[in-house]
């Protein structure tokens, strides 16, 4: 294959592109940890949830391993979830003023070589699963029916973005199913919250390739709500904090959890009055600044458990 490993157009500057090594930079590109933003995202609903259940069960002394666990087992499997993503977008990809400079389409790495790190990443991912309980194994692997479609609904709805909010989301299941071995109402609820948040920041991100997508035909929230971007967040974001505000209910939380939630709501607010979807560095902006505001919700249930366990 070709020796070229310019970088991604929307990702310079990164410790990728200054200190890894050549041949290596293709394979981390392909698995985003030049970018590690969406393995940020696909994490916090894991610490929530985590965090959360340690507060229903009063106990934190397994909290802090399974929030380590949680950040390897959310990066390498966001690597992977990228890996098939562009294998199964390559073509896509190449049309994309964005995305051409992309492992695959520039042609940095083959197909074959793609799919053997993908199996690499999952079988370390499969490691960190192992650590935990069955009931926690089987709904972990559930996941991977979700990850595998989600790549191919842009070419069929116009809510591919669903499909994204259930499996970034899935890890609002884990807490419970980890540390409770079952998933209570309180998971359920708080699934269904960082779900419409998902649907949420994703339009937004989704608003940079805009134009590309419709010229190749790409369906997307983004596309959907066009001008209505902001009423439809507003709508997205209220339902997230009403959901988790009824999860924090079900569990009995305390007020540094509803603090929390308070400031995650302000921060999604503050989203909604910057966005301008005609800048596309903007919506990249503000699209990365969720992971502050997830880390803003993780902080108050993370007090709220220890307390709770005090």
């Known amino acids: 294959m070709s020796e070229v490993t310019a970088p991604v157009a929307d990702a310079t500057g990164n410790w990728v592109d200054t200190h890894a090594p050549s041949w290596a930079r293709p ?9 590690p933003i969406g393995s940020w995202l696909l994490l916090m609903p894991c610490w929530w949830s985590a965090a959360l259940a340690a507060g229903v ?29 562009d294998i199964t977008d390559r073509d896509l990809d ?19 070589q793609a799919l ?15 650590q935990f309980n069955r009931f926690a194994i089987l709904t972990g692997i559930a996941s991977l029916a979700i990850v595998a479609i989600y790549p191919f609904m842009k070419r069929i709805t116009w809510w591919p973005q669903v499909v ?15 540390t409770l071995g079952r998933i209570d109402p309180p998971a359920l609820a708080l699934y269904a919250g960082s779900i419409a948040w998902v649907i949420g920041y994703d339009t937004i991100y989704a608003h ?7 010229l190749i035909g790409v369906k997307s929230t983004a596309r959907l709500f066009g001008a209505r971007t902001h009423r439809a967040l507003a709508v997205l974001y209220a339902l997230a904090v009403m959901l988790i505000g009824a999860a924090l209910v079900l569990a009995g939380a305390r007020w540094a959890a509803w603090i929390g939630l308070a ?15 005609a800048d596309g560095a903007l919506c990249l902006r503000i699209f990365k600044s969720n992971r502050d505001a997830g ?10 458990a220890v307390m709770r366990a005090a």
């Open 57 to 85: 069960a009063r106990d934190v002394s397994q909290l802090p391993l399974t929030i380590v666990l949680f950040f390897i087992g959310a990066f390498v499997m966001r690597g992977a979830g990228c890996a098939w993503n």
């Open 94 to 112: 190449a049309r994309v003023e964005r995305t051409r400079s992309r492992p695959l389409p520039a042609g940095q790495i083959s197909v074959a």
């Open 295 to 304: 880390l803003l919700l993780f902080a108050g249930l993370l007090v709220d």
């Open 27 to 35: 394979y981390l590109r392909l698995s985003r940890f030049d970018r």
């Open 164 to 178: 994204l909010g259930l499996a970034f989301s899935w890890g609002a299941l884990m807490g419970f199913a980890v």
């Open 263 to 277: 400031v995650f709501a302000v921060h999604l607010v503050w989203q909604i009055k910057q966005l301008d979807i």
């Open 116 to 130: 053997a790190f993908l199996v690499l990443l999952a079988l370390i991912g499969l490691a960190v699963l192992l």
């Open 208 to 214: 940079q390739d805009a134009e590309d997508d419709a």
